[in-house]
């Protein structure tokens, strides 16, 4: 954690714990996602390698990178804002730079700003191993009002 910087509002277990309690269908063991770093509105997640998720050409499908980028923003601004289950994407835009290996791809997502409505993030994929991006993601998450 950098100076100045503010302590996560939630840690990566207090992540996995809430995404596992709401999202028991998406996030389980053994389901290929996983938390390895938390700060607060720097994450970075990744995807386990299944070869169920290439497309034909032999590469990891575009949907699946936009997966890892939705998932990696949820937790950042879990990171940020706490316990916000009804956060939801309202835009997220990928730019495809290279072709994955064959290999677990890494997501690193850093929120940019985060408001009272809306939270701006960017994530960066890569391929493990290497050092060259595979995928850049812009989003945007609304945050719920407390009633």
């Known amino acids: 954690m950098g100076a100045g910087m503010?302590?996560?509002?939630?840690?990566?277990d207090d992540i996995a714990k809430l995404l596992h309690a709401e999202f028991p269908q998406a996030f389980y063991p053994g389901?290929?996602?996983s938390i390895e770093r938390v700060e607060h509105g720097d994450v970075r997640v990744r995807w386990a390698f299944d070869e169920a998720n290439l497309r034909p050409g032999?590469?990891?499908?575009g949907p699946t990178m936009m997966e890892l980028a939705d998932f990696a923003m949820y937790v950042a601004v879990f990171s940020a804002i706490g316990p916000q289950p009804l956060a939801v994407t309202t835009n997220l835009n990928i730019n495809f730079l290279r072709k994955p290996t064959r290999a677990d791809l890494l997501a690193d997502a850093h929120l940019m700003k985060v408001g009272k409505r809306l939270a701006v993030g960017e994530v960066t994929i890569y391929s493990e191993g290497t050092a060259e991006p595979v995928a850049h993601v812009t989003a945007t998450y609304s945050i719920p009002q407390a009633r």
């Open 58 to 61: 032999g590469t990891v499908s």
């Open 31 to 33: 389901c290929g996602h």
């Open 6 to 12: 503010p302590a996560p509002a939630l840690t990566a």
